[in-house]
């Protein structure tokens, strides 16, 4: 049973950092990313960051390049997404989600989500 968890949101002021967790547990199938995608209230779902199976590659939307960073610990259990210079616009519920690959070593951030959990809310208001 493949389980995500979201955990790390709050309410911060513009300028401000979090870093939110995802805890993964009960995959067993294929190679799979993980996403980090976000809803806000109105919008469609937007995909942020994406780490490889492997590891070694990760990939950014052009709104947070520069500012979010995604890691991943040794045992590939836990995904984390430091984010710095929070502005307005990153309010959103964000999810982490599996994305299926047929490489280990590739992500994409406009890939398919294929299970997701119940978000964690982050708020950047002043």
């Known amino acids: 049973q493949l389980q995500l968890v979201e955990s790390g949101g709050d309410l911060v002021q513009p300028g401000g950092s979090l870093k939110l967790s995802c805890t993964v547990s009960g995959f067993s199938s294929g190679y799979s990313a993980i996403v980090w995608f976000r809803q806000a209230p109105g919008k469609e779902r937007a995909g942020v960051s994406c780490?490889?199976?492997?590891?070694?590659?990760?990939n950014y939307a052009d709104s947070v390049k520069g500012r979010f960073a995604i890691s991943m610990n040794n045992a590939k259990n836990t995904v984390f997404l430091q984010m710095n210079n929070l502005k307005p616009e990153d309010t959103a519920v964000y999810y982490c989600?599996?994305?299926?690959?047929?490489?280990?070593?590739?992500?994409?951030?406009?890939?398919?989500?294929?299970?997701w959990g119940r978000g964690t809310q982050v708020t950047v208001s002043s």
């Open positions: 780490i490889s199976y492997s590891g070694t590659t990760t």
């Open positions: 989600a599996t994305s299926r690959s047929p490489r280990p070593d590739i992500c994409s951030v406009k890939g398919r989500f294929d299970a």
